[in-house]
């Protein structure tokens, strides 16, 4: 008999698409601003060091998401996902609310560290609409679920950009902060969590974190996507004084960054909406292949550009492939372990995309205060074709030998991760 998925599964999926997308717009507000916030705390900071103050503070951000992701995915697995998203949305508007009054650059640190350690909203997202939604229309709903994600990255640098303009950037983490306390407001009223892929009460929550821990296609799929998602974030953080740097002089910069990065997001937004389909037509191992392929292959002429129009539309191509890359990588998360263990997953997978979201930019901005700024795009590249890419055939390897058990019913079946529809256990 065909999944008909969760009662509601629709409405809790919209309602989860619209509370990350108000997060992610809202924390957005920072990433391209973080180095030139940093110049305005203190004057006398370089572009490099600047970069490199804020990839330091984007990477201890990620190591406090690297800890806390297995422990919220743990207890997302046993009290409930809901109850994690809402926590992870008021965290992140409490950092926000406390950027607009730091006065030092090691606040600033010490406040991305806080937000890193409250992180893992789109974890408990995806582990709610893996839980609810029928396995046929699983790579569909995630891929819409990437899209929201990265259209409110999108949209974010240009909203803050004109906040910053009319108000300064005070003000305008006020705001963020507002807007994401929103997105638990949306998730309180909105989410009717379904009961079914909870760990059984009693169960506790050790063994099913040790049950995942425990699997190679676990571990395989997690260091797959730490090597494919490594890359690009690297050359995050110099984006920005990198564009300064090619502009001409008295350009207003900030303009051109929110405009930037909000070309790459959306890239990366629209790409994600198509990629369902796409892994539906020619497979999942085959568009992260692809995919993987052409971000590195547009990181590299990035490079050697003179221009921003360049650097814009090398970046925007990159994002696209990226887009697909990002929504290939988690439908395939859902497949190697059962519906009960869906949060403990998507946990594990929040420490991998903190070491690859965030502390991959505090190695580009380190690359590039003491190297340079082409070396950053370089050696991104290189990451992913010399580890990435034999990765890849390691985990088809393990893939085509191990399987998972599925354990929330009473009859167990097994089911192969090569399969093209992804199932979660259900």
């Known amino acids: ?21 108000l997060l992610c717009i809202t924390f957005s507000f920072t990433i391209p601003f973080l180095p030139l916030y940093i110049q305005q705390i203190d004057p006398t900071v370089s572009g490099p060091d600047a970069a490199m103050w804020a990839g330091i503070a984007t990477g201890l951000g990620g190591v406090g998401s690297f800890i806390s ?19 992870a949305c008021v965290g992140g508007a409490v950092g926000l609310v406390l950027f607009g009054f730091a006065t030092s650059i090691w606040q600033i640190v010490a406040i991305r560290g806080f937000i890193g350690i409250m992180a893992g909203a789109p974890a408990a997202a995806m582990a709610l609409i893996a839980a609810g939604t029928p396995a046929s229309k699983l790579p569909k709903a995630l891929g819409q679920f990437q899209g929201a994600t990265l259209g409110g990255i999108a949209l974010g640098p240009v909203v803050a950009a004109g906040f910053i303009a009319a108000w300064g950037y005070e003000t305008t983490f006020f705001v963020a902060g507002a807007l994401m306390f929103s997105g638990a407001a949306v998730t309180v009223f909105m989410i009717k969590e379904p009961k079914r892929a909870l760990a059984p009460k009693g169960s506790g929550t050790k063994p099913s974190m040790r049950t995942v821990l425990r699997s190679p296609l676990v571990w395989g799929a997690l260091i797959l996507v730490l090597l494919l998602s490594f890359a690009a974030p690297m050359v995050q953080p110099i984006l920005p004084p990198y564009v300064v740097e090619l502009l001409p002089d008295k350009t207003n910069a900030t303009a051109v960054i ?11 937004a629209i790409a994600s909406v198509f990629a369902g389909r796409v892994i539906g037509r020619i497979g999942l191992q085959r ?14 002429p990035m490079g050697f550009v003179n221009s921003v129009i360049a650097l814009a539309v090398l970046a925007i191509v990159m994002s696209l492939f ?4 990002t929504t290939s990588a988690v439908t395939l998360l859902p497949t190697v372990v059962t519906a009960a263990a869906l949060s403990s997953m998507f946990g594990l997978y929040q420490s991998v995309q903190a070491l690859s979201a965030q502390l991959g930019p505090a190695v580009g901005g380190i690359i590039a205060a003491n190297i340079s700024y082409e070396a950053a795009f370089f050696i991104a590249a290189a990451t992913l074709i010399f580890l990435g890419l034999p990765m890849f055939y390691i985990f088809k ?22 399969s093209q529809t992804p199932s979660t256990g259900r």
């Open 1 to 21: 008999m065909e999944d008909e998925g969760a009662p509601g599964w629709q409405r809790n999926n919209y309602a989860a698409m619209l509370a990350v997308f």
């Open 69 to 87: 992701g297995p422990i919220w995915g743990m207890l997302g697995d046993k009290y409930g996902r809901k109850p994690m998203l809402i926590r």
């Open 258 to 268: 929110g405009w930037l990065f909000f070309g790459i997001s959306a890239a990366g």
């Open 287 to 300: 568009v992260l292949l692809i995919s993987a392929i052409g971000v590195a292959m547009f990181l590299i």
């Open 322 to 325: 990226g887009g697909f890359l």
């Open 397 to 418: 390897r393990i893939a085509a030998v191990h399987k998972v058990v599925e354990e929330p019913h009473p009859h167990q079946i097994e089911k192969s991760v090569d």
